[in-house]
């Protein structure tokens, strides 16, 4: 039901980052760990994210996201933990959002993003909540592969690549489970 929705959609979608002015159906993107709290004192937005992954192949992700319980996006990933993922969004209505969450695979994914600006480009901040509070990443879309970004004083390692940071593994596999999984290795 959810493919043939997208079928039939336009797929042509407005880029995340506004500055780069063009519209594209490409997520060009970097993750990294965030060190310390500076980034805040420049936050110049956020918004509330709730979202939960329908279904999940080898291939593809299927996603729905509610925004400051306002809005929300139905939005199919390729599953590539490159640098490189095709991604299209779709509006739906909030109630549909939430119809569709009831429908969810595992657990829901609940953060914070904040919109941060650095160099000439906006980073977004999430700090996560729910079964994945206490981690934070930062993420950086970019106009192509090979752009050069000054990194802000707060960036910690860079985690692009790393399937265990993506948010459709920490909704199957939560932050906190880590914690727990790390401290029992530890004790052994």
């Not at 593809?60 to 996201?65: A, L, N, Q």
């Not at 206490?134 to 990194?151: F, K, R, T, Y």
């Not at 790393?162 to 199957?172: E, I, P, S, W």
Request: aromatic content about 10%; glycine content about 4%; charged content about 30%.
């Amino acid at each position: 039901m959810v493919f043939a929705l997208a079928i039939w959609i336009s797929t042509s979608q407005d880029c995340h980052n506004p500055k780069f002015g063009r519209k594209m159906s490409l997520e060009i993107e970097r993750k990294f760990l965030v060190r310390s709290d500076a980034w805040r004192k420049s936050v110049i937005r956020h918004t509330k994210i709730r979202q939960a992954y329908l279904d999940s192949t080898a291939k593809v992700s299927i996603r729905v996201r509610i925004k400051d319980d306002s809005s929300a996006i139905l939005t199919l990933k390729s599953r590539s933990s490159k640098l490189r993922r095709r991604e299209f969004e779709y509006a739906i209505p909030t109630l549909d959002a939430e119809e569709l969450i009831s429908l969810r695979r595992s657990y829901i994914i609940e953060k914070v993003r904040h919109i941060v600006p650095y160099g000439n480009l906006n980073w977004e901040v999430d700090v996560f909540s729910g079964e994945n509070q206490g981690l934070i990443v930062a993420e950086i879309e970019l106009p192509d592969e090979n752009h050069q970004i000054e990194l802000p004083p707060w960036i910690g390692p860079e985690v692009t690549g790393q399937d265990r940071y993506y948010n459709g593994t920490l909704a199957q596999h939560p932050y906190r489970s880590w914690l727990h999984h790390d401290a029992a290795v530890a004790a052994e």
